[in-house]
């Protein structure tokens, strides 16, 4: 039974992907919804049906009242029926219209609108460039990620399982007393229209004070992380006290929010526990005075208090229903601010695979400052062959790490293009073009995975044989083997920790060598590739790296500049224009800017005078 209601709704069922999800809250949430049309259409319905059993049990008890009124032998010869029947509906129809209820909200909606909403959210965020990944802190993005969802289910689980159900009740209620005498129902309808503008006042505040409340969370949580992630930075400054008030700052104003938000829900408890009073005195009241005028009878007395006190235990519970539904919607409108961003980076329409033939590359007016204007690249024209090795090198700032990130399209270009075998890479297919290129960064950061899971990361389909050997060429091996983490791993099936912190840098270099080995694209790319390794180790790792350069085209850049002097070309970039280039030998007869680099090198690394 579980499993039936439980798989009603597919989570993962098949859908296109938009570019630009709706920006307003409720083609937000009808655009998830889609998939939950008809079980909501459903749900809707059996919360009417269950509301209507409730008060119709009401109306059934102030018959029994009436009825008691008469001979106990008559009542049970002319009634007797109808008791049996009530009994046998009571006892165990009621119960089935129940349970189809309560499976249809906690077994088919909750579960899966949550899962559909955090999935879709999920491969949605994952399509973003690496620039909009850089513009955010990546403990926020997953603080939406994981607290809308919820939001938004309980939300719609309001929506059935108080809002519509209330609703239904309040109407019933209404036709109820107005079928005993209509007069009843006047002081319910005064009392629902002050109602309603209590909750008018309420939802009108809660909302905006929820969306203030969660984004202050949000900040928080961002402020935490950043200060985890960055652990080795707070201890090796001694920032401990600093970091504290950091988020000393953050959290003060996550209460102060708070504090804002439950001030109006102490408002609202006092002025209902007011209403609910005038609600009890007015409908009971008046039913006593019409049955002291013989206008009513006892048992419409009786039905009157019931649904009076009834709506009295209930009023509390909506309205908290309520304010909770326009809150999770507060929050999953704070949650729209990182999902429902569009993608910018995309696949051109007619995008088609890259065909890779030979593996040049060719430069054409680039420029591109980051929306700034200076900065990045100004007006690079270049042309790699297939298979040539070309070393890049300047000062800090100079465009080089720039270049690199546009031909692997980590942004688009401002102008110019960049073709590969004289396809522009704006108009094929990201992924088909990432597969053509390896690379190795200076932040050698890890999945916080196995060792093997990391190694594979470059080819998943790779043999176990495959993978040892890349491993070993990326003189890795012999560490791995005597790895082990705290859970009881060992070796490749160790994990290495968030971002790779339980390895050294140069370990983790070297399994991101290993990675990259094991991908053997045909493009490659080496940005500091050895920065993190000792000279023993580095010399060892030279040779591998040499090996994997052998017919493919590699752009190189490098500080250590004896790193790249025996690249095929050099490259020598300077406020985001490439200033001289040619060989090693060449560049040091021409007494330029790269033989005065080379020349104020102190252990192999452009100086801190060269830069000045």
Request: aromatic share 8%; charged share 20%; hydrophobic share 50%.
């Amino acid at each position: 039974m579980f499993r039936f209601f439980e798989n009603l709704v597919d989570p993962y069922v098949d859908y296109p992907d938009v570019d630009t999800p709706p920006k307003r809250l409720y083609p937000f949430l009808m655009d998830y919804a889609q998939p939950f049309k008809s079980v909501f259409w459903l749900a809707a319905l059996m919360s009417i049906v269950v509301a209507a059993v409730e008060v119709g049990l009401i109306w059934a008890m102030g018959w029994v009242v009436d009825i008691l009124s008469q001979e106990p032998a008559s009542v049970w010869n002319a009634h007797g029926t109808t008791l049996i029947a009530l009994a046998v509906f009571i006892v165990f129809l009621r119960p089935l219209l129940q349970a189809l209820d309560v499976f249809l909200l906690n077994n088919t909606i909750l579960p899966n609108f949550g899962t559909l909403i955090r999935w879709r959210s999920h491969r949605h965020v994952l399509r973003q460039s690496v620039g909009w990944f850089e513009n955010d802190f990546a403990g926020r993005i997953a603080n939406r990620i994981m607290q809308t969802p919820p939001a938004a289910g309980e939300a719609v689980f309001q929506i059935f399982d108080a809002l519509t159900f209330a609703l239904a009740y309040v109407v019933g209620a209404i036709v109820l007393l107005s079928d005993s005498d209509p007069r009843l129902a006047l002081p319910l309808v005064v009392w629902l229209v002050l109602y309603a503008l209590l909750m008018r006042w309420t939802i009108r505040r809660v909302g905006p004070a929820s969306q203030a409340a969660s984004d202050a969370r949000s900040e928080t949580t961002g402020r935490v992380v950043d200060s985890y992630t960055n652990i080795h930075a707070v201890k090796m400054f001694a920032h401990h006290d600093r970091e504290i008030r950091y988020a000393k700052e953050a959290i003060d104003k996550t209460r102060d929010t708070f504090r804002a938000e439950m001030r109006i829900y102490t408002v609202m408890d006092i002025a209902l526990v007011t209403l609910n009073g005038l609600l009890v005195v007015g409908v009971v009241g008046w039913a006593i005075m019409l049955w002291m005028q013989g206008t009513a009878t006892v048992g419409a007395v009786a039905a009157a208090s019931a649904l009076t006190l009834r709506l009295n235990s209930m009023t509390g519970w909506i309205m908290w229903a309520l304010t909770s539904f326009f809150r999770q919607l507060g929050i999953v409108a704070e949650g729209m601010e990182t999902i429902a961003q569009p993608v910018a980076l995309v696949d051109a329409p007619d995008a088609k695979a890259l065909k890779f033939r030979a593996g040049e590359i060719k430069i054409e007016a680039l420029s591109h400052h980051y929306g700034r204007g200076t900065g990045g690249l100004d007006r690079v024209s270049l042309t790699i062959k297939p298979g040539e090795k070309v070393g890049l090198v300047g000062r800090s700032g100079a465009g080089k790490s720039t270049l690199v990130k546009l031909l692997l399209r980590f942004y688009d270009v401002e102008q110019g293009r960049i073709l590969v075998d004289g396809q522009d890479i704006a108009r094929v297919t990201q992924d088909s073009l990432r597969l053509q290129i390896g690379m190795v960064q200076q932040d050698s950061s890890l999945l916080h995975r196995s060792l093997r899971d990391n190694i594979l990361y470059g080819r998943p389909d790779a043999s176990e044989p495959e993978m040892v050997a890349a491993a070993r060429k990326a003189e890795a091996l012999d560490f791995i083997e005597g790895l082990e983490d705290p859970e009881g791993r060992k070796g490749f099936d160790a994990f290495v920790g968030e971002r790779g912190v339980k390895l050294s840098g140069g370990q983790r270099q070297r399994i991101t060598l290993a990675r990259v080995i094991l991908k053997d694209a045909p493009i490659l790319l080496l940005d500091e590739a050895t920065s993190a390794l000792d000279s023993e180790v580095e010399a060892t790792i030279q040779d591998t790296l040499y090996g994997m350069m052998e017919g493919k085209t590699v752009i190189a850049i490098a500080h250590r500049l004896s790193t790249i002097a025996q690249m095929d070309r050099i490259l020598v970039m300077d406020r985001g224009q490439i200033v001289e280039e040619g060989s090693h030998e060449a560049l040091l007869a021409a007494n330029g800017l790269y033989a005065g680099l080379w020349a104020r090198q102190s252990g192999g690394f452009i100086g801190q005078d060269a830069a000045e």
